[in-house]
């Protein structure tokens, strides 16, 4: 029997591996940030995830196997480069399980008050990733199926939100869309908030990971990727719309916009059910990053850059020292950074993917020049181009400590890969 993910599972997982706490936290901080101008940081971003996608899925349509980015460049570049993007790869799966968990956290403290409190946030962390932690130790997974219905679960009243909200929108909280978007190249916080929205579109490179576990992913992962971009980014616009349409200058002022939202128009009942929707959405997120974070470390275990004790198996099939690791990890990060720091901090460690996989896009194509690929980005060289250049601009927006810390593990990795290898 073939158990491979067809197109429709493949498509569901994408929008399940992105939309998540990003598009129900962020747009009343980017709104803060950038009032008006918000749209245009939405269009900027989902046109580099846009260009990004189509990198992915022309290096994801050359290999049939599990890896994504660390695949792609170790085969274009060497081992160094493989080394330095698998282990950026495994820590985005991190911290970016660690936002997802700060990000759940935030909005049951809209329900709940006390979990406002620093002591009762940090119990909360605990908890959470300790028991998604035991849960992979015991090979408990989600099947396809239910990732399909948790992903159904939450688009369906994000679908509603827009449909009903649309009716409830005032057209004078647009007035000032011209003077907020002209003026917005002169706002301070224009860059940042780029990087900070950028976060509700990442995720299309872990959908690459299970290339293996796919029906014909050369023509599905590339179908797949395109689709899930433009659905997000369209879906993300009329979310906006319809937000700052029913708050108005209100929705600066709250951390749940969308529940927020619903409340003017629907009152309490409709926000409880946006913030249960809400707290399932970021948790199928969440779940998921739990299950393919350790993955990336046996990833690399398995091709001998760490040690090979990542790789051993449990009783039950699962990687348990991995698993170890990386949920101490992201308790450690949960820990010692809010939900917008680590969303921010994510984007900026994707980029150590993103770009050398631009990148490798460019290399591939002469290198195996006499093997095309199973997809071909269109217009030659243009878009690969086009995303290492404003990825690397977005990149520089982020805050000096974020870019330190980047650079600073960059640097280790480069000292442990060559170390290794002279003990080898």
């Not at 660390?70 to 698998?86: D, H, I, S, T």
């Not at 997000?232 to 939202?261: D, K, M, Q, R, W």
């Not at 790789?311 to 992201?330: D, E, H, M, R, W």
Request: proline share 4%.
């Amino acid at each position: 029997m073939n158990k491979k993910l067809k197109f429709l599972s493949i498509f569901f997982l994408g929008i399940n591996s992105i939309i998540g706490s990003g598009i129900f936290l962020l747009p009343s901080e980017i709104y803060k940030n950038v009032g008006l101008g918000c749209f245009l940081t939405i269009v900027i971003a989902g046109s580099l995830a846009f260009g990004l996608s189509l990198c992915f899925a022309e290096c994801a349509s050359r290999f049939t196997q599990d890896g994504s980015a660390f695949l792609y460049c170790k085969n274009a570049f060497g081992g160094l480069m493989g080394f330095e993007v698998g282990i950026f790869t495994w820590l985005v799966s991190i911290i970016s399980w660690a936002a997802e968990t700060q990000g759940f956290i935030t909005i049951l403290s809209s329900l709940y008050p006390t979990f406002k409190d620093p002591f009762y946030n940090k119990v909360a962390v605990l908890v959470i990733s300790i028991t998604l932690g035991i849960l992979n130790y015991f090979g408990v997974k989600f099947s396809k199926i239910l990732n399909n219905l948790i992903t159904v679960t939450k688009l369906i009243p994000l679908l509603l939100f827009i449909i009903i909200g649309i009716f409830y929108i005032h057209l004078g909280d647009f007035s000032h869309i011209t003077r907020d978007t002209v003026n917005i190249i002169f706002n301070k916080n224009f860059g940042s908030s780029i990087l900070i929205i950028f976060y509700a579109f990442t995720g299309f490179d872990l959908l690459a990971i299970a290339a293996e576990d796919m029906d014909n992913p050369q023509k599905n992962l590339p179908r797949a990727l395109i689709g899930v971009i433009s659905f997000c980014c369209l879906f993300y616009l009329l979310i906006f719309v319809v937000s700052i349409g029913i708050c108005g200058e209100s929705l600066s002022h709250t951390n749940v916009p969308i529940a927020y939202a619903t409340y003017k128009i629907l009152g309490k009942i409709g926000f409880t059910i946006v913030t249960i929707t809400t707290l399932i959405s970021i948790g199928g997120v969440t779940i998921a990053l739990s299950f393919i974070g350790p993955r990336s470390g046996v990833a690399m275990a398995e091709e001998g850059y760490l040690p090979k004790a990542l790789n051993k198996q449990t009783k039950y099939g699962a990687p348990g020292i991995s698993i170890l690791i990386t949920t101490t990890l992201v308790v450690l990060c949960a820990c010692l950074g809010n939900f917008i720091y680590l969303a921010s901090l994510t984007v900026v460690a994707r980029f150590i993917e993103y770009i050398p996989t631009a990148l490798a896009v460019l290399v591939l194509r002469k290198k195996y020049k006499n093997t095309p690929p199973g997809y071909k980005i269109p217009f030659g060289d243009i878009i690969p181009l086009f995303s290492i250049i404003l990825s690397i601009i977005i990149f520089f927006f982020a805050d000096f400590n974020s870019i330190l810390i980047i650079f600073a593990i960059i640097f280790i990795n480069f000292f442990i890969f060559y170390f290794k290898k002279l003990k080898l």
